[in-house]
């Protein structure tokens, strides 16, 4: 990346062309928003600070870099095309990037490779993560509000502490995650157990509900017997974990 001048160069990955380059000094702080970097080799690159707002990563090579206190902030607009974000959208690749505390908020990560990533304290709200390979990535204590997560693979992914309220899971794959409960889709809806605050919530479908308000709220339909089978599964399991009702 920095070559015998000094000089910091952003090569394509494949073709090996120059994307970008400036001193190597002045990388810190660098302004690299709205640039087109598609393809780029960034690969185990300090990239902290950096502006990245806008910037087209699609296919990129991001793999174990720096990305600590990274800022991708656009408005938060659900279910908006949010182009104000850098685009990561087909297969780029953050497998092992630092992302911790990273500002997230609405940024499109669809199908994006972030396998053993580091995204603890990440702001995520809104964000667009579905179909992404997030197995064993951190996100502890990650705000994850909000976040569009259908399809994602979330096996061995570390979420404790994360804030999972109106995150959509449908379809994601839960398996070995030991701070949510997975019960399926009882009735046709995606159902789940996660520590909120300390404390046991459930959700099902869109219903985000304490222990007491989904016993009382399910079992007065009875057409809808497998969900609250489906809440006592979580409760029995969460019980053994250890935590509170």
Known sequence: MVDIMGNFKIKDRFSQNVLWETDAANLRNANLQGVNLRGANLRGADLRTVN???????????????????????????????????????S?????????????????????????????????????????????????????????????????????????????????????VPSIVDAGTPDGWRAYGWLRDGRLSIRVGLREERLTEARVYWAGRPDHREVLAAVEYIVTIAAMRGWAP
């Open 52 to 90: 990245f707002r806008g910037t087209d990563l699609r296919e990129a090579d991001l793999s174990y870099a720096d990305f600590h206190g990274l800022n991708l902030h656009v408005p938060l607009l659900r279910d908006a095309n949010v182009d104000g974000a850098a685009n990561l959208y087909c």
């Open 92 to 176: 780029a690749d953050l497998r092992g990037a630092d992302l911790r505390n990273a500002d997230l908020r609405g940024a499109d990560l669809r199908g994006v490779d972030m396998r053993h990533a580091y995204l603890g304290r990440a702001n995520l709200r809104c964000a667009l993560i579905n179909d992404a390979d997030l197995s064993r990535a951190s996100f502890l204590a990650a705000d994850l509000r909000a976040a569009d997560l259908r399809g994602a693979d979330l096996i061995g992914a570390d979420l404790r502490n994360a804030d999972l309220l109106e995150t959509n899971l449908n379809g994601a794959i839960l398996h070995s």
